[in-house]
């Protein structure tokens, strides 16, 4: 029996997550780009002939390296970029308490948020607050 060559023959037989290749016969991997991942490892020479394949990160996360197997999320007080390739920072006067959400919230009446990496508002004034509720 003869068995035809595939349509992809690849000189790689196995491809690393975020690795692919679009054209047979080639001698290395091409890499997901920045802000896109492939978490699975190619381990046939069909499993990764295209970059097709590689997806975008999800809202709320980034990748700001090449040839990622997975997202990140970015840390309390920045936010992923448009391209989800990195983080920014929140802007003076709003707030990123918890990593993985998705935009900066303006600060709560009577606190005020400084472009940092705090990720969150505080008292206006540097006051702190009584258990009755008055500023001591």
Request: charged letters at 10%; one cysteine or more.
């Amino acid at each position: 029996l003869v068995f035809p060559t595939p349509a992809h023959s690849h000189t790689h037989s196995t491809y690393a997550a975020g690795e692919y290749s679009d054209a047979p016969n080639q001698a290395s991997c091409a890499q997901c780009g920045t802000g896109t991942y492939l978490t699975d490892a190619g381990t046939t020479a069909a499993a990764h002939t295209t970059s097709a394949l590689c997806l975008d990160c999800p809202t709320g996360t980034y990748a700001d390296t090449p040839g990622t197997a997975e997202c990140s999320t970015c840390p309390p007080g920045e936010v992923p970029n448009a391209d989800a390739d990195g983080c920014t920072i929140c802007d003076s006067g709003a707030e990123r308490p918890n990593a993985g959400q998705t935009a900066c919230e303006p600060c709560p009446e009577g606190t005020e948020g400084s472009a940092t990496v705090s990720g969150t508002c505080d008292v206006c004034g540097g006051l702190s607050q009584s258990v009755s509720g008055g500023a001591e």
